[in-house]
């Protein structure tokens, strides 16, 4: 049973930085694309960020030139850098592939 593992959240304040990074154990995941979603507190689930096995990229308006997702395969992980911060960014991050979900990790952004 594949686990993904995210690491990485924190508090920062507006225009700071911080990467996350989901790490899969288990199972391989190079063979599934993987999708970073976020969760503010009262609203929905948002996408935020996707990458395929082969590395192509989509991101959400409200993140685009501001976070990068990456991958690793061979270290099984994915990584989602995140760039000038703003307080609208605060939310629990999840990392999911195929059915695989993450934990989450809390993102607090201060203004």
């Known amino acids: 049973q594949v686990q993904l593992i995210e690491s990485g959240g924190g508090l920062v304040h507006a225009g700071g930085s911080l990467e996350l990074s989901c790490t899969a154990s288990?199972?391989?995941?190079?063979?599934?694309?993987m999708v970073w979603v976020r969760r503010a507190p009262g609203k929905e689930q948002e996408f935020v960020a996707s990458?395929?096995?082969?590395?192509?990229?989509y991101y959400s308006d409200s993140v685009k030139g501001r976070f990068t997702i990456s991958r690793d395969n061979a270290l099984n992980t994915g990584y989602l850098q995140m760039n000038n911060l703003k307080p609208e960014d605060t939310a629990v991050y999840y990392c999911?592939?195929?059915?695989?979900w993450g934990q989450g990790t809390q993102v607090t952004v201060s203004s």
């Open positions: 999911t592939a195929s059915n695989f």
């Open positions: 990458i395929s096995p082969i590395g192509i990229t």
């Open positions: 288990g199972g391989t995941i190079s063979r599934y694309g």
